[in-house]
DNA sequence: ATTTCATTCGAAAGCCCTTTGAACGAACGA
DNA sequence: TCGTTCGTTCAAAGGGCTTTCGAATGAAAT
């Protein structure tokens, strides 16, 4: 059952019945109804690609999937694409998904993308701080929005989570608790989260008057077995931290395992904070502390970014911050009294 | 730069043009390579929407993600859309994502996505035994590709790990260790998977010669929360279990939680393996043994199989179970010595 | 009675590609 | 030499929808 079939069969043109059943004004109430009513009877529904192809729109939206290092991918991405996946969906937009390894397949990828015009924007996810993602749609017109943002910043949509208010947060309470040597296990330096995680936690420590210790600020990728290595680096240091901010929950968990593996009681010996607050968070050994964003109802907001830009709203307008929140739970704890530390 | 205008700039036809770039065989060597130099200068790609429409093919596969009623689905469904989306990606083929919650929502999602021929095929995870999913798409006429078998079994393609015999054999392992009193903490009894890992589970036990108690089987939904109140169900029993098996290890590593919250030592007092090899599984206290199926080479072999169907081949002949493997680790041991169970 | 205008509908022109059927010269065999 | 085959190319017919432009209609305004 096509448009034409439909519209002979009610001896109407295929405009009108068209235009019925897009919602447009100009046709007659009753005849409407009759369309509606016949192409729920009939089982018509329009054919995707014909729309396309006549509209000029793909009417999806895409989104490239990083290729995960180890097996199991990070969780993250799952639940902002459901954010996504969800608003998209009330709107009668598809979610185009692609997987690919960082580096050339990935923007290759976002190319194909555009260039067949398979889709009529992109979110990319978590922004490199020069991203060649976003310099690549810029320069190919293409529109799109990010969850995070970049250095330098360039006017596109995005919005991002202040993970450098959170992280000077979660600082600032641990120097609260009486913690000196603060470690922080970042994520790796493209990514620009780890810019922000980082001022975050060097903003808290010079308020605080503790000077930087470089060697107390290590980069590893952003997976358990990483966040273990990391860790152990770190434990192993002549004048090793009582306590140790992470970028992600998969790396507090590694580095929990690691300073339990060591004979280290968390949080008595060290204490441990994590981001993202994964299902799996309250169940560590003991509960992780971590930093929450609400990463569903951000892929949610994301996707109405897009259709914002997509109705031609600008990207400046369209640049938002949200907070996230320190979840406290058993991970963190005062400083251990320590017997050397002199001076 | 759309085909008319390449071919025109080229003066050579339409036709030729898109045989050219099509790789089809009647095109002179040299011609060839002109129109792909030309292509490749000008920046030209064809329009994905106008190939849909002429050939009559959506060029995507559809899926629809469940709505996790907490917060971050299963990584499981991630690690399979990498799967699926790496290799449909060398195929140029779109992966379409829609999430949706179970029920009315759900079936709408995929009515809608082969209704209006938004995509080519479809790929079911986790079916139920009884799948209404599985019967819509069948009566539609939709071609589709499934993990995970149904009851009664319909002749549609699927692939499908043996969690029947796995549950078998960790179940085996455990009544070797001595346990007599073995729980399963099931999922849903909707879904196959359930009916799978119980039957290995009950052949297992009856094998041993030992009866099954019914208050050992409970269900919950496959989360860490409802993983730990089952176990903590299990373990406020008259006669409480030596070993747990879980359905996955959300479940098993919210009973390791509740059981070490109780006082219990793991593995001295109770075992517990779990089921799908998390990254996390390693990390637990202590480090969680579970069965591992390979999930991203799963969501390749599955969008293999639906090329193979979309390529016309019978969907008898795509029916395949893979096996899943042990993986020991510290959460299960031998069968504490009991004070109480009198013959 | 004439003009104006809003309402409702239709014819037809795309959108950009794939694919069929046919044409054309060159090479071939008889 | 003539028909045949092969290799190469093209013109044209869709594919099913949206959208522009125009026309018909009847009511309201003059």
Same mark, same amino acid.
């Given at each position: ?78 639940? $902002? ?31 194909? $993308? ?44 995005? $919005? ?157 307008? $369209? ?25």
């Amino acid at each position: 059952m096509n448009l034409r079939e439909l519209s002979r069969h009610l001896g109407l043109s295929q405009t009108t019945v068209s235009r019925a059943l897009g919602g447009y004004p100009e046709v007659n109430h009753r005849t409407r109804e009759r369309v509606v009513e016949a192409a729920r009877a009939l089982g018509y529904s329009p054919n995707r690609s014909a729309r396309r192809l006549a509209s000029g729109k793909a009417g999806a939206i895409g989104m490239v999937l990083p290729l995960p290092a180890g097996h199991f991918a990070d969780p993250f991405f799952l639940e $902002l694409m459901i954010g996504i996946g969800e608003r998209l969906e009330s709107e009668d937009l598809d979610l185009v998904v692609t997987a690919a390894a960082a580096g050339e397949a990935e923007i290759a990828a976002y190319r194909r $993308l555009v260039g067949e015009r398979r889709v009529d924007a992109l979110i990319v996810a978590r922004t490199r701080s020069a991203d060649p993602r976003l310099t690549m749609l810029r320069e190919a017109g293409a529109a799109f929005v990010a969850l995070g943002r970049s250095d330098p910043p360039l006017d596109y949509a995005y $919005l991002d989570v202040d993970a450098e208010n959170a992280f000077a947060e979660a600082c600032a309470a641990l120097v609260g608790l009486g913690h000196r040597r603060i470690a922080l296990i970042n994520a790796p330096a493209e990514l620009h989260l780890a810019r922000l995680r980082r001022r975050g936690y060097a903003d808290a420590l010079a308020a605080a008057g503790i000077a930087a210790d470089p060697a107390l600020v290590v980069e590893a990728d952003m997976t358990e077995a990483d966040g273990a290595r990391a860790a152990e680096a770190l434990r192993r240091l002549a004048d090793p931290p009582t306590a140790v901010l992470t970028a992600n929950d998969p790396m507090a968990i590694g580095a929990l395992r690691a300073f339990k593996g060591a004979g280290l009681r968390v949080p008595d010996d060290v204490s441990v904070i994590g981001y993202d607050d994964l299902p799996v968070a309250p169940l560590t050994e003991p509960p992780l502390t971590t930093l929450r964003q609400p990463v569903r109802e951000a892929g949610s907001r994301l996707a109405e970014m897009v259709l914002a830009r997509l109705a031609g709203e600008a990207a400046e307008a $369209l640049q938002e911050i949200w907070p996230a929140r320190l979840v406290p739970r058993g991970s963190h704890g005062p400083a251990p009294a320590r017997a050397a530390a002199p001076g």
